[in-house]
């Protein structure tokens, strides 16, 4: 698939089918994952792949008390009908950490610091939902939990950070196309 | 362009032609900026497109101040003959900036909140650095600088955020492959 075709056509998926993945998939997105740039070539991510569906359900019981707890929170009253069972459905649902020691020169700063590592690893994730959509495969960026949450359902290490969720799955239908801001609106220029 | 040639052949360029990128390709690669996921597509990227050379020359002192600190704090002796050239070389250089009041439910978090928009200002990143390789474009992620300083230089108003910047232009030459750890060193399962 052309790489502008895979960026502009791919969408944010909520509907999949409960068909397995194979390994060779995963792998094949796992791989697109490990290309991504890294500060000093350092690869800062793990992935976890999950397909265990006691796990997911953990997962999607942490989302929907997040979702409640937001509810009150932020008053936004379209949480009220928002449903997290993608978490349930997707097949395949790939944890990503980062290591927060594998950040380049980061790793001085006082301020600011540290966050290169995790910016490699949202590049990581780029190239697996893109992966994902050339593979005929709908995705989604899942952040919508308490990480500490997720951490001791995942058994995460208390020295890496949780970046995101990646669900992943066959789209059950296909997702409307959402729309962007001209780039003119978003840049500005000195010449 | 094929997305995984693409994915796979990109590589971080330190050694530019100074031929200028016309605004046609700049745009391009900005749009594919935007068409990376957001939290509920708040889209919390901004671009500024650096061309004046002057505010390059700015760029460069801060990066050389940096990696003269970078040396002493770290002690790694590379550093020592680390050129960041680049900088002055680049025709085009794109800082990117983040709003973090567009980070969708992490806004209402107390901890470990506030990173979404910055995930996905990196994931616009990335597609970039993809767009930029399809065009026959070199590109560097380069975080190698004191934000402080780096904000002052470009004027970024005080509630934005810069994520990094992005150097492009045609490769003097075409930089090595660098090798990437097998997957399966990356990767734990939970069948």
């Keep these: 698939m052309d790489i502008f075709a895979a960026i502009k056509e791919r969408r944010s998926c909520r509907d999949f089918l409960s068909d397995p ?13 490990s290309y991504a740039p890294s500060p000093l070539n350092m690869q800062p991510w793990q992935f976890i792949v999950i397909t265990k569906q006691e796990v997911k359900d953990n997962i999607f019981a ?7 707890w937001a509810l009150k929170e932020s ?7 928002y449903k997290s069972d ?37 590049a990581a994730i780029q190239n697996m939902h893109l992966a994902a959509h050339a593979l005929g495969l709908g995705s989604l960026w899942f952040n919508f939990y308490d990480k500490k949450n ?5 058994g ?7 970046i995101s969720l990646v669900c992943l799955g066959k789209r059950s239908q296909e997702p409307a196309a959402i729309s962007r801001k001209a780039v003119k609106e978003k840049t500005t220029y000195i010449p």
Excluded at 150 to 154: C, G, Q, R, T, V
Excluded at 156 to 162: H, M, W
């Design 62 to 68: 942490e989302a929907e008390r997040c979702r409640d």
């Design 75 to 81: 008053g936004w009253k379209w949480l009220g009908s």
């Design 21 to 33: 993945i194979s390994p060779e998939i995963i792998e094949k997105i796992l791989e697109a994952a």
């Design 156 to 162: 995460i290490e208390e020295d890496k950070t949780l």
């Design 150 to 154: 997720i951490i001791k359902i995942l």
């Design 86 to 122: 993608f978490v349930k459905s997707a097949p395949v649902i790939i944890a990503v950490t980062g290591d927060p020691t594998k950040t380049g020169i980061d790793m001085f700063m006082k301020e600011g610091g540290s966050v290169s590592y995790q910016y490699a690893c949202a």
